[in-house]
């Protein structure tokens, strides 16, 4: 497969549960992100991991921790979420340079939190 | 702080009309300008990007130039198409460990036959 894949496409769960979400880069970048997006809210960054080391945490709750154990995969492992939850997440990767990152997004996963 | 400010939606326009989705912008630097686009239940996919002013960028028909003196970076296309409906995201960021994106809010774009 090639650019950035993420599993699974489409995940419900109850508030109750534990899950994670995949994301797999092929194209040899170093940063990679997670992006949610709701209904009727820009696109809001929630981590990023630039070298394999988180860089960024915009104050997202606990309820979601990534995890990132090489340059090329990113997990995202939800626990207890609440409804409001609810939204696609993205995960994108970059190539960090001095001059400009140019992200490349995967297919997202929409996640519905009952 | 940067910003980025796209004109609102949603825009519905004719097969072969002539596009214009506007997009200012807020830096306190010189950063790089993105239009990103996300087709029906779809993640984003970049569209075009300029790295610094007076560049153009251009792909699939759209162009956008990098207007440092009105801070701006309009998406234009001369004749769209119905598989053109998607959405249609400004972003800005700077080079560096920093990376992360600045999105504006979108434009959905409809083109009826």
């Known amino acids: 497969e090639t650019g950035v894949t993420q599993t699974p496409r489409h995940l419900v769960m109850g508030m109750t549960n534990k899950k994670s979400l995949k994301c797999e880069q092929h194209?040899?970048?170093?940063?990679m992100y997670w992006y949610k997006q709701s209904a009727k809210k820009p696109l809001e960054l929630m981590f990023v991991y630039s070298l394999e080391e988180r860089v960024e945490n915009n104050s997202v709750p606990s309820r979601f921790s990534p995890e990132c154990p090489n340059s090329s995969h990113l997990f995202l492992h939800l626990h207890t979420l609440q409804p409001e939850d609810s939204a696609l997440y993205l995960c994108?990767?970059?190539?960090?340079?001095?001059?400009?990152?140019?992200?490349?997004f995967g297919p997202g996963t929409r996640l519905t939190v009952l | 702080g940067d910003s980025v400010t796209q004109m609102e939606g949603p825009v519905t326009l004719s097969e072969e009309a002539f596009l214009t989705i506007n997009c200012t912008y807020t830096?306190?630097?010189?950063?790089?300008l993105f239009w990103y686009v996300q087709y029906p239940g779809e993640g984003l996919q970049l569209l075009l990007k300029?790295?610094?002013?007076?560049d153009k960028g251009s792909n699939k028909g759209f162009e956008a130039t990098y207007r440092k003196e009105t801070t701006s970076f309009h998406l234009e296309k001369g004749s769209v198409q119905v598989s053109d409906s998607a959405v249609y995201f400004c972003?800005?960021?700077?080079?560096?460990?920093?990376?992360?994106?600045?999105f504006g809010k979108g434009t959905k774009l409809s083109v009826k036959p």
């Open positions: 194209l040899g970048h170093n940063a």
């Open positions: 972003a800005l960021n700077y080079g560096g460990s920093q990376g992360n994106l600045i």
């Open positions: 300029a790295t610094k002013a007076d």
């Open positions: 994108a990767s970059s190539q960090v340079s001095s001059s400009t990152d140019t992200q490349y």
């Open positions: 830096a306190t630097g010189y950063p790089s």
